[in-house]
């Protein structure tokens, strides 16, 4: 293992540790809090304060919330597990979406958790998870790319191998001892090197560079898996053409979910 990794910094990688702000536990900390707080705003927030204007606050925060934990979940999944079982993590993320869109649908309905006075209730129940997770930050490891990243920052000079927290995070979440816990490590300073080089990632550097190029066949693929199945235009759609066959406007959510 070269030991120039633990070395004062040179001038650039002292203006990418200014850069280097939060990691991706704690930018998951941080909107899982925004979520919380939401659902208190849009819950009992909004009904006990008679406020709408609560409501729509309420409702842009768990907006902004959900975009950045779209994107910020699966990056933390990715650099806490292996290339082996990455898909395997992420894959049930997916699923989870489409069936928490069909119990809203199914909750949301006039007769269920729809009308005036229960609404509150399905809109405060998702951040009984936000807090479920910020009550279980103690035990929620940062990522091995942060770990790593923030010892290259505060070091000052060379540390041996054996003592460096981030290996130690990386057999824990492992379960493995020996050489391939050794070559995953090194592989991953390699990548955290050959992402450091790229100043501004373009296009081209997306396409060129193989680790990037997976990433986004990955993205594309997934991203259209969501729109070919047809899920979107069903529950955008259904209950329009239910109720134009006949079906009465207050069971048209009924027959969309399967009824």
Known sequence: MSSNL?????????????????????VLIAMHALSLSSSILMGPGAYFSNSYEILIIGRLLNGIARGVVFSAGPLYIAEITNKETVALFQTPSWPIYFLSSAIGNAVGHAKALGGEHTWPYGLAFPGIFSLIYLLCIPWIPHTLTWTIQKERNHLRQTCELDK?????????????????????????????????????ASVKDLLSIAKYRRLVW?????QMC??????????????????????????????????
Do not use: W
Not at 218 to 222: S, W
Not at 229 to 241: D, E, K, M, P, V
């Open 226 to 259: 969501a729109q070919v199945t047809g899920l979107q235009a069903i529950f955008q759609y259904t209950n329009t053409i239910f109720e134009e066959a006949g079906i009465r406007p207050e069971d048209s959510t009924y027959y969309t979910l399967g009824k």
């Open 6 to 26: 633990f070395l004062p910094p040179n001038k650039r990688f002292q203006s990418k540790e200014n850069k280097f702000i939060c990691s991706r536990r704690g």
């Open 218 to 222: 990955a993205v594309i693929l997934i």
């Open 164 to 200: 460096r927290a981030s290996l130690s995070l990386l057999r824990k979440l492992r379960h493995e001892k020996g050489d391939k816990i050794l070559a995953e490590y090194r592989t991953i300073e390699k990548e955290i090197d050959a992402d450091a080089q790229v100043e501004r």
